[in-house]
Each structure stands twice: as structure tokens, then as C-alpha cells.
């Protein structure tokens, strides 16, 4: 791989990424900041913040998406600060870690900064109001990475202690810890569909569900200790940048490796961003080299290669750029491959075997291919000898050649031998109907003993025709549970015509239901899904899809109602409703509002915040958030009264209120030390004081003044 643009900074990079208006934002080692265009890597912009970061394997510089804000740790790793980028001041700082900071982190909406320390501790910052607004679960160890979701709703903390936190911004509640890693997690990443990537010491990886907690898979090829990673734009590929400069890609469908060493640099991967726009892998490296390369690389040469009808060329540059296989031109060769296949095969059944490896010629050459070519033809040797045991009827030779040669089971002569058995077994079948046909039925049926296949079939049906009366009787019925515990006691009914016919009508609910899905015909579409719960092949998934469609249907008849309470509580309950148009709408609103909140929180005004939360107040799934919001607010009241040097004892009841109404955390513990050194006489402890907890507030504990 070439890249298509490279410079050097002389300084390691720490941070590269793409602003809303499209610029590249390089932040290095010294916390120069530069703001350049994408195509050129030119700067157009930029500042020094003359911070010197000596370690920068976790996130030690943060920016929001605008460009207005950045977070950065201190040179002596004491305290993190949040920056204005306009006025280049300090606008925040965290120096509440009992040890130093660890990382640092702005959320995908820029509503937070986040400082991770050694104490295991998360503190989130309110950017805005640059007012501390919440701390996250705390870990037991140093917390080495902070991710968050696209859609802002999820943060995610990983620590020392092997574990992954999850914590919900939407309703301010920890979600679940993800326990799988056996060392250290030291690296963090979102994936669209509800996922998450979590890498270890060790160099393991897994891909975990947001919503159930659970492992979906755990990444494979890793050799190298992961320093960075980034998703495309369109979340189909992986990239893990490591200490010895390799990348490593996936694929995020299938979750396979498609290369260990899809670049490798001289020196260790500190940065990386993709450019969506054009597919360019954006790279910084610890010696200051800042490189894109087009993930494409050779794709001009396949439509080249095309027009020449050179497939093995064009199968060997996707080995060479494994991202190749996904262009247009590579799935037409494939098509095109399938399409060959399938003629050579037809070819070969009507002993044509010249015209077969004609048609192949164009593949020959592609080892791979090759190998499956000799193979097909090998196979193909003995089909004439299968043509004429199934023209004779000798069906034990022509069924033993067709498990020989697997591939004549796709043939057309394979399939009317097969149409020829379901005949006979439909055939034989009725005469067991009858009182004196088994005979018959046995007669019918000669030519297939013999066929180990077929014989438990044979077997059962003239042992069992009671077994088939009542598998016709249920179906009759429409009693398909019965159906299917008989199917499931008895396997022979499946050669039956009326199994068939059993199936089909279950591909026919199902593809009907989904069509009354799309046109928003719900009800339609259960009545069918609760028919389909019998079929054994279709229950989980009908269930869940059920599930879901009953939750869609009340959350989007409670939004045509005007029903706020119940439609954020189902939003704020099933993930998958934040991806409609009206979850989206939804969330966007409480979004705006909690900000506009949040503001009024900063001045210590409950007024305000209850103008704006009025239409939210009664919302179950919103209360930890109020609980935050006003525990927030309550805290700036008692700093403001301790500023304005208010009598010692109003100030002891105003903490005695808070601990009892939000218990004991981080910003009261902090708050109390500053009032001791107020009011040194205080006879106060806050370790005997009566404790409530965020968990149990609820809003008939609002007051005007925590003070009161």
C-alpha cells in the first residue's frame, strides 16, 4: 500500500479527527494544535496549547465535533481541563483524582468532558455550565479508555480490573459491566447496531451486544499490542493500528480477518481517522508522520484488467488489497464465476465435457479456481454411469453414486430422481390408508430397499400409518403445535406431501407478515406472527419480532396521542426505538431541553429547571436524571452559600438535605472539605448523617432551596 498524501510534524500525533465542517483537526505530543484541509494536509488554522504529553498511548487530548472545546491532561498528569478554543483558556478543570489522570474524553454531542483517573474514578463535566454533572460507576482500578455512542446515549468505561462499564446517558443509570476480558481492557470503540469492541493487554478482542451484555464473538489475529482503532464510516471494516505500526483490518459482517498487515510503518501507531467521503485511512504515527491511504488502492487497475477479461490478475490484486473484494468489479468476476460454474456443470451432465473446460478457460489460470475446476471435472467422470442407473431405475447404484460425488445432488437428473421417490412414498402412502393396501404399498417401494436413506422412512410409514392420520388430522385442524411434535417424534412424516404444503404456508405467513410490517398494517402482521409461533423453525424469531412489533406499535400510538410519560418510557426502555424518525425526534428534544436544564442547574435555580422538565416530570425511566440534574443544582446552591459566607448552620442543614435525599458521593465529599476549612468549629460528620441515594430519589423531593 502507497499513501496518497504524507507529511511530518516532527512531533508524535495524539489525536486525529475529521470536524463537522470537514477539516482534519492533527493534535501532537506538545499539544500544538492544527487545523488543516483533508485533501492536502495543509493547515489552515491553528494554535499552541504547550502541553507536553510524555505518554499518549491512552487518550490524553480530547475536542469536540464543533471545534469549540478541548480537554487535555496535564504535562505532570495531575488534573485534566477543559479549554476554549475561541479565547484558548481554561474554562474547567478536574483535580479530584486521588492519583493522576488516566485519560480524557469529549462525548459525541459535546455535552461532556470526561476525566478517567488511576483511582478508577470518571468524572463527566458539563461543558457548557463547566460544572461537574455526574461521575460515572467506579472501577476498582485505573481506568484506561472512555468511548461513547454515535447517538450519544451510551458511555462506556474500560479499566485495569478486565472489565467493561456501560453506563446510559439518556436515563443517567450504569447499564451493565461486561466481564470476558482476562487482562486489563485497554481500548474501546462504538459499532453501529447496538456493539461494542473492547481490547485487552493481551491483545484479545471482543465484540460485545450493547443490549444484552452478551459476547457475540471475540476477534481473531491479533499479534501486536493495540494502540488505536477506528471504524469506517459506513461500519463495515475494523482498523486496529498497533505498537509496531502494523493495521490490522476486519471485516464487521462476517468479523473475519482480512489482514494482518494491511500497512505496516516504521514506527508506532499513535493516531487514526477515516474519511468517510473518500475511503482514505487517515494515519499518525510517534515520529510525526501524518499519512492517508485509500483502502481501495488498485481499483482503477481492475476496470482495466476488466475490459481485458484478465480474472486471475484481478483475483490477485485482491490478495494483494483484500478491501478489493469489495468493489463492484470483483462481484462481477464473481457473479461471473457462479454463472461458469453452473453452465460447465449443465455441460458436464450432457457429457460435454469439451465445451466445460472451454468455458473455464478464462478462470484456469487462478490457482484457486484451478483447484475447483480439476475437481469438478474429476467429479464428473462417473456421471454418464449415474445417468444410466437412474434411466434404469437402478436406484441403490445411481443414490450410492450421487453420496460419492455430492455435486450430482445438484444435478437436474438427481432432482427427478428425487421427485420419483416422493411419488412413490406419496403413492405408497395411500394405499397404507387402506385396510389391505401394505402390501401393495411394499410393492411400490422394492425398488428402493436397499437405500440406507431411505429405509427408516420406508420403515416407518408401514409401521405407522396410524402416526400419519393423526399428523393430517392435526394439520386438518390447523393444531400445528401437535404438527410439529409429531414431525419432531417421527421424522418419515417430512417425506410427506403435506409437509410440503406445511411449509409453505409458514414461508407465505412469514413473507406476508413482513410486507404488512412495511405498510404499517401491525395488527395484520401479529395476527399472522402468532400463527407462525407454533412452527418450530420460526418461534424464537417470531417471538422477539413480536415483541418488538408490540412495543413499536404503543410507543408510536403514544407519540400520535401526544402520550409523553409512556413514550419515553418505552424509548428509554427498547434500544431499537431510538433508531426510528420518532425516537430520533424524541431524544433530539429531551436532548435540547436537558441542556437548557442543565443551565439553570449551573446558576442553582430549581425554578428554571422545572420550567423546562415540566413535560418530563411524571416519566419514570427520566428520574435518575432529574435526581443528577437537581442533586447538581443543589450543589451549586451550597457552594454559593459557602462563597457568600451564609451562617454556619444553615449550611449544615442544606448538607444534612443533600446526603439525605442523594447519599454520599464524590461532589458533597468535596464540597464538605472546603466547608471545614470554612467553618473549622463545625461539629458536622458526614459519616453519621442519615443517607438516601440517587437511585431512590423521586420528584415530590424537589425544593426551592436545599438550604431550607
Not at 580 to 605: C, I, V
Amino acid at each position: 500500500m502507497n499513501p496518497i498524501q504524507q507529511i511530518n510534524i516532527r512531533e508524535a500525533i495524539v489525536l486525529l479527527k475529521i470536524l463537522d465542517d470537514g477539516s482534519l483537526l492533527v493534535v501532537d505530543a506538545n499539544t500544538t494544535i492544527r487545523f488543516c484541509d483533508i485533501s492536502s494536509f495543509e493547515a489552515v488554522g491553528g494554535f499552541r496549547a504547550n502541553i507536553k504529553h510524555m505518554r499518549y498511548k491512552n487518550k490524553v487530548v480530547a475536542f469536540s465535533s464543533n471545534g469549540e472545546y478541548f480537554a487535555a491532561m496535564s504535562s505532570d498528569e495531575q488534573e485534566s481541563k477543559l479549554f476554549n478554543v475561541s479565547t484558548k483558556k481554561a474554562t474547567a478543570k478536574m483535580n479530584r483524582h486521588q492519583g493522576e489522570v488516566s485519560c480524557v474524553f469529549i462525548d459525541s454531542k459535546n455535552r461532556y468532558m470526561l476525566s478517567g483517573g488511576d483511582d478508577g474514578k470518571t468524572f463527566a463535566i458539563d461543558i457548557k455550565s463547566a460544572k461537574l454533572a455526574f461521575t460515572l460507576p467506579i472501577h476498582i482500578d485505573t481506568v484506561n479508555d472512555i468511548a461513547c455512542s454515535l447517538n450519544g446515549n451510551w458511555i462506556a468505561t474500560a479499566s485495569y480490573d478486565k472489565k467493561v462499564s456501560l453506563f446510559n446517558i439518556a436515563t443517567m443509570t450504569p447499564k451493565d459491566k461486561f466481564i470476558g476480558h482476562s487482562a486489563p481492557v485497554m481500548k474501546l470503540k462504538f459499532i453501529a447496531n447496538n456493539r461494542l469492541v473492547s481490547i485487552d493487554k493481551e491483545a484479545n478482542a471482543i465484540i460485545w451486544s450493547v443490549v444484552t451484555g452478551k459476547i457475540i464473538t471475540r476477534l481473531q489475529g491479533i499479534h501486536d499490542d493495540v494502540t488505536q482503532i477506528v471504524i469506517s464510516k459506513d461500519n463495515k471494516f475494523l482498523f486496529l493500528g498497533t505498537a509496531l505500526g502494523y493495521i490490522i483490518a476486519y471485516d464487521l459482517k462476517t468479523y473475519q480477518l482480512l489482514s494482518k498487515n494491511f500497512i505496516k510503518l516504521s514506527s508506532s501507531i499513535t493516531a487514526l481517522e477515516f474519511d468517510g467521503a473518500t475511503n482514505d485511512l487517515i494515519i499518525g504515527t510517534e515520529k510525526g508522520d501524518l499519512l492517508a491511504y485509500y483502502i481501495y488502492e488498485g481499483e482503477t487497475l481492475l476496470h482495466e484488467l476488466l475490459s481485458e477479461k484478465k480474472y486471475d490478475d484481478i483475483i490477485k490484486q485482491s490478495e494483494i488489497n483484500p478491501f478489493l473484494s469489495y468493489t463492484k468489479i470483483y462481484e462481477l468476476v464473481s457473479n461471473l464465476w457462479e454463472k461458469t460454474v453452473a453452465q460447465a456443470k449443465l455441460s458436464l451432465e450432457k457429457g460435454d465435457k469439451r465445451t466445460a473446460i472451454k468455458l473455464f478457460d478464462n478462470f484456469k489460470t487462478i490457482p484457486a479456481k484451478n483447484t475447483i475446476i480439476k475437481k469438478i471435472l474429476l467429479e464428473y467422470e462417473d456421471f454418464d454411469k449415474f445417468l444410466l442407473f437412474a434411466k434404469q431405475e437402478k436406484y441403490p447404484l445411481a443414490y450410492g453414486l450421487a453420496n460419492a460425488h455430492p455435486m450430482y445432488k445438484e444435478s437436474k437428473v438427481y432432482k427427478i430422481l428425487e421427485s420419483r421417490w416422493k411419488k412413490a412414498f406419496s403413492l405408497a402412502q395411500k394405499f397404507t390408508m387402506e385396510p389391505k393396501g401394505a402390501e401393495k404399498a411394499k410393492e411400490i417401494l422394492s425398488p428402493y430397499r436397499g437405500l440406507s436413506e431411505k429405509t427408516q422412512f420406508i420403515q416407518d410409514l408401514l409401521t405407522q400409518g396410524e402416526v400419519y392420520k393423526r399428523f393430517r388430522v392435526s394439520i386438518s385442524q390447523k393444531d400445528f403445535k401437535i404438527s410439529f411434535e409429531l414431525i419432531k417424534q417421527h421424522p418419515f412424516l417430512m417425506e410427506f406431501e403435506e409437509y410440503d404444503v406445511l411449509m409453505r404456508y409458514a414461508d407465505t405467513l412469514y413473507i406476508k407478515s413482513q410486507e404488512c410490517i412495511k405498510a404499517g398494517d401491525t395488527h395484520s402482521a401479529i395476527k399472522m406472527l402468532r400463527i407462525l409461533t407454533d412452527f418450530s423453525d420460526f418461534t424464537e424469531e417470531v417471538k422477539t419480532l413480536m415483541v418488538e412489533i408490540e412495543a413499536k406499535e404503543k410507543f408510536f400510538n403514544a407519540v400520535k396521542e401526544n402520550d409523553m410519560l409512556l413514550a419515553y418510557n418505552l424509548l428509554d426502555k427498547i434500544e431499537e426505538l431510538q433508531d426510528t424518525p420518532d425516537g430520533k425526534l424524541l431524544q433530539e428534544q429531551w436532548n435540547r431541553d436537558l441542556a437548557s436544564a442543565s443551565e439553570y442547574a449551573a446558576k442553582g435555580s430549581v425554578a428554571g429547571i422545572l420550567q423546562v422538565l415540566k413535560p418530563y416530570i411524571k416519566i419514570h425511566s427520566k428520574f435518575m436524571s432529574f435526581a443528577t440534574l437537581f442533586g447538581w443544582c443543589y450543589m451549586v446552591q451550597l457552594e454559593n452559600a459557602i462563597k457568600l459566607k451564609k451562617e454556619r448552620a444553615e449550611i449544615e442543614n442544606g448538607i444534612k438535605n443533600y446526603v439525605l435525599n442523594f447519599g454520599i458521593q464524590d461532589q458533597i465529599e468535596n464540597l464538605f472539605a472546603v466547608f471545614i476549612k470554612h467553618y473549622p468549629d463545625t461539629k458536622l460528620s458526614l459519616e453519621l448523617l442519615s443517607k438516601g441515594s440517587l437511585s431512590m430519589w423521586r420528584p415530590p423531593m424537589i425544593v426551592k432551596s436545599i438550604l431550607d
